[in-house]
């Protein structure tokens, strides 16, 4: 590790992979609530374990960006983080926040109160006044690494990703805004949710694989860094107004129709971008890096997103096929694996490089790290495929034969103890990552072994 202030990454890893846990058994118990509806029915509603499954989710992947941010910037940089007190306060008052949702959740506190009760806007249920901490934390971030960009080395990689921490802090003051009008709400909450995912977050995605590219391939950082300008480019010409195909059905002027679907069948272009660069970059590359899990979760991320926001976001969001498969279990499917690809996979990754720099070892545990990839990534792609079918039967027996919604889901029990399955799989696979990252650090054979290059 060059510099010490990277070790503020750790902290945030290990509250993130805490998170990382509690989201995939929330997401175990809300499937098997699929296929046995009554259980917990009172003790922990559907609705409440639906939240804690997707706010965990949230809160857990932002973790990991803002760790990502203090490992990769003191790095390109050349210079110390300005503040690692702020950096542990933010941390704190993240943390703090997260507990203050999760018991209001739990325990439906303050219901109906506009600043203790939790809201009703799905993945903002958020108390006004977590929502409030979360902003200045964000600005307490913002603050102090801005200010370590500007001191030090500016490079592509750091410019791009604090224009993604910045836009992920300007657009999530939208999350304020609640209008009466149910179809400005709509509007405006996508400005959130739609500018974050398929915005903002791509551009601290390609930005963070931009770092493992460059220090896992050894090629030129001018050619990465034409890469990344590219899927930079392309993120934000597409996704912007990519933001209409959520606008189809609310209300909205008809226009939408055409834009979004122009605009948002284009969004597959920068992830296809991103699979060209990483794969290539490994082509060209002229180092033969001893941490293969690193490169594994990296080349998986870029994959694993083309296929989860690219592929699967491009199949229903042309008006036409929206109409038709909007909230049924196809968006589901694509929604689980565009954030598994694209987000979780590219937290996994940083994390897999930078924990034997933070702890001054070799890389370390590395069968037990892609052992976890294999099978969190073929239990996604499972599920995904699964709820892929159940949509394609859910869409024709509701939406064109005209089947009662509660009649439909009684067809679809197979599809959905199927998903519990690959749901116990992708536990398994989180928290035998969790171990590969944080248990002991033995030096093994083949891999680990004397084949390795001491870390960089």
């Excluded at 679809?412 to 248990?439: E, H, K, S």
């Amino acid at each position: 590790m060059k510099y010490q202030t990277q070790a503020i990454a750790k902290w945030y890893w290990i509250a993130a992979l805490a998170l990382f846990a509690v989201q995939v058994l929330a997401g175990l118990v809300a499937g098997y609530i699929y296929v046995q509806p009554n259980f917990l029915s009172e003790l922990l509603p559907f609705n409440i374990v639906r939240m804690l499954h997707s706010n965990a989710l949230i809160v857990w992947l932002l973790l990991g960006f803002f760790g990502a941010a203090y490992y990769i910037i003191p790095e390109e940089s050349e210079h110390e983080i300005h503040s690692p007190a702020i950096a542990y306060f933010q941390l704190i008052l993240l943390l703090v926040g997260t507990l203050g949702a999760v018991v209001t959740y739990i325990f439906n506190l303050f219901p109906g109160n506009p600043i203790f009760g939790m809201q009703g806007r799905e993945f903002l249920e958020q108390p006004l006044w977590v929502k409030l901490g979360i902003i200045v934390a964000a600005l307490a971030f913002l603050y102090n690494v801005t200010l370590t960009v500007l001191a030090g080395r500016k490079t592509a990689i750091t410019n791009i990703l604090l224009l993604g921490l910045w836009g992920i802090a300007v657009f999530f003051l939208f999350s304020l805004y609640n209008p009466g009008n149910l179809v400005l709400d709509k509007v405006y909450w996508w400005w959130v949710v739609h500018l974050w995912v398929e915005g903002v977050w791509e551009l601290v995605m390609a930005s963070v694989l931009a770092f493992i590219m460059l220090k896992l391939t050894g090629v030129d950082r001018e050619v990465i860094e034409k890469w990344l300008y590219v899927i930079v480019a392309t993120a934000l010409f597409s996704g912007v107004l990519g933001t209409g195909h959520h606008y189809y059905w609310i209300g909205a002027p008809y226009y939408w129709t055409w834009i979004g679907s122009i605009f948002s069948s284009l969004e597959v272009i920068p992830f296809f971008a991103m699979v060209l660069f990483t794969f290539m970059m490994v082509w060209k590359g002229k180092r033969n890096h001893p941490n293969k899990a690193a490169l594994l979760w990296a080349l998986g991320c870029s994959t694993l997103a083309f296929f989860g926001a690219g592929v699967w976001g491009f199949m229903h969001t042309l008006h036409p096929v929206n109409y038709y498969s909007h909230g049924t279990q196809v968006t589901a499917a694509h929604g689980h694996l565009a954030f598994f690809g694209a987000y979780v996979s590219l937290n996994l990754a940083i994390m897999t490089y930078a924990f034997p720099h933070i702890f001054g070892v070799k890389p370390y545990n590395q069968v037990l790290n892609m052992v976890s990839f294999w099978l969190l990534s073929g239990a996604m792609a499972f599920m995904t495929f699964v709820l892929t079918f159940a949509g394609a039967v859910q869409t024709h027996l509701q939406r064109v034969m005209g089947m009662s919604y509660m009649e439909v889901q009684d067809q679809l029990a197979l599809f959905y103890w199927m998903r519990l399955g690959a749901g116990l799989a992708v536990v398994i696979g989180a928290l035998l990552f969790i171990y590969a990252i944080l248990g002991p650090k033995k030096e093994a054979t083949g891999l680990e072994g004397a084949a390795l290059q001491p870390a960089e």
